[in-house]
């Protein structure tokens, strides 16, 4: 005993020196063995390890992308869900606060409902739990590597104890590359099961993505049953209706068929449509952007207003559209020509409908693209093609009823004209998209359509709609031409000009300049973004911004308006900036230049709730 003393009281000595000119902590008492020697300790396993990672491989400047915090808790511990029972601490995510990034709520995993003989039933996370959190990138932001600095705070427990609440750190770098850089997305099974909301920077409560992402927090039932209703709402639209006629010439009006025959016509029709949707779901999931200007491309516009011109003139008689004998022999051995024309026209009118179907088209697809999830972008989007296509079915079936009807004193002819006339004058709308005379020609005035009413008449009564080309003579298939001319003429002067609004507010067509001129007069600033080939944005020209009271109220702002009808480098720029997806969008600046988000409008509203939504903006 008197041996060990003295060394005992030398190593605490000498190690209390070290401490104090070495740096090195002294151990506790616990810590040094019965000869003074410090014992070796081993590292403690930790409770709840947290690491992130990222839906891509990389990220553009002006990108929307998507970060998972992944938690794993040690056997036996679990820790409190978000939201946490009465009294308990959630587990919750801090974002961090980096400029160059805009990050979205974070969206928590649902909790298992535990027994805590405490306080009762509590929502826990047993095991491990992934947190997700949407993200964009600023426009600006330059190509480097960028660390993003996220803090989980939570509470871990077990079932007799509980630890003090903790906060540790989950980085997670990003790597910046610009826009020539290819991106891949990464870790699809762990964001398969995160429902993202809206985007950053987007009003979740007026967003058709908004409402989707709530009827999908539903269950997927009223998920895709939200997706169905829409679909046929969208059938009745004036981007869809006028697809009809090509709906009854492809199934059938002047031929006599079963009603069977033209049931099974129509719903090969619709699957044709349903076709060009589910490739547009899953390109939306694999490539993380939205279909939208595909009626801006002249190689799309060419050929589907040429399929259009051939088909109206076959209707008028003018030739009639048969496949060579050969092949129509050797497809008569798998079902027939008729279903393999409905099945490609079926397509043609996906394309046609596609650009201007509506807020709910563009709402599921946003939240396709953000999701990545092919199987979801698949089925929904067929579920949305088949309610679009419902109305179909039922004006195909019924078209092959009618064309049972006797055929005295002509009228099938009159029909078929009838439908001739409507589809060239459709095809000739959507050329104006690239033939600009035709869209400067058109107006929105009395005058305007009085000429066009003239036209239509002249032409129909010079058109002799009770009989078709081949079987007139020479002479007279002039004059029925003529007529044809006249009345294409007038259906699309009344078409045109109806979408084409006469308003007495000042348009600025450039965003910088707009904005500028805000700044300079304190003024706040309206911007409306709309495309041609845009049904709900011609509505808001010709119903909404022609109202008296809405001019009166907007000439107070800086009105900027923007096309989107063509693609171009600034169309893109504007995308990214104002994370635009799908038209109509109308965003709005107080006078101070700052935009206001909650105002934003993605819709066709009345002059009424136009003069709400403006309400107080000054």
Known sequence: MMFRK??????VVLLLISALFIGVPSPSWGQLSSFGVPKKQSKPAEIVT?????????????????????????????ANANPAGEGLIPTEVILPDTPAVTFGEAVYPKGEVLE???????PVYHEGAVIGVQAKLSRTAQPYPVTLPFQLRYQACTDEQCLLPKVIDVDIPIEIVGMDGTIRRINDAVFAGIQFGAPPGSDPATSESGRFSQALSKGYFWAFLFVFVGGILTS??????????????????????????????SVTYVLGIALIYSILGVAAAKTGAVFGNVMANPFVIIPICGILAALGLSMLGVFEIRLPYALQNKLNTVGGTGFAGAFAMGTVAGFIAAPCTGPVLVGVLSHVATTGSVFLGFWLLLTYALGMGLLFIVIGTFSGVISALPRSGGWMYILENVFGVVIIAVALYFLKEIIEPLRAFLRHSAGFFAI???LLLVGVLLGK????????PHLVQLRKAFGILLAVVGLYMFIGGFTTAESNLDWIADEAQGLELARREGKPVMLDFYATWCGACNELDHKTYSDSAVQSRLSQFVNVKLDFSRNSDEIKRLQEKYNIVGLPVVIFFDSKGNQLKKKRLEK?????????????ID
């Open 6 to 11: 003295p060394v005992f009281l030398v190593n």
């Open 50 to 78: 947290a690491h992130g990672v990222l839906s891509v491989d990389k990220v553009q400047p002006g990108s929307t992308f998507q970060v998972a915090i992944v938690m794993e808790f040690a056997a036996g511990w679990h």
């Open 236 to 265: 009745f639209t004036p981007c869809v209706y006028p697809l009809i006629p090509i709906t009854v010439s492809v199934f059938g009006a002047g031929e006599s068929v079963s009603r069977l025959r033209s049931f099974l016509l």
């Open 465 to 472: 709609f009770t009989q078709r080309f081949k079987d007139l």
């Open 452 to 454: 066009a009413g003239v």
């Open 116 to 122: 805590i003989a405490s306080i009762g039933k509590a």
């Open 604 to 616: 066709f509203i009345e002059p009424k709730d136009f003069l709400a939504l403006v309400e107080g």
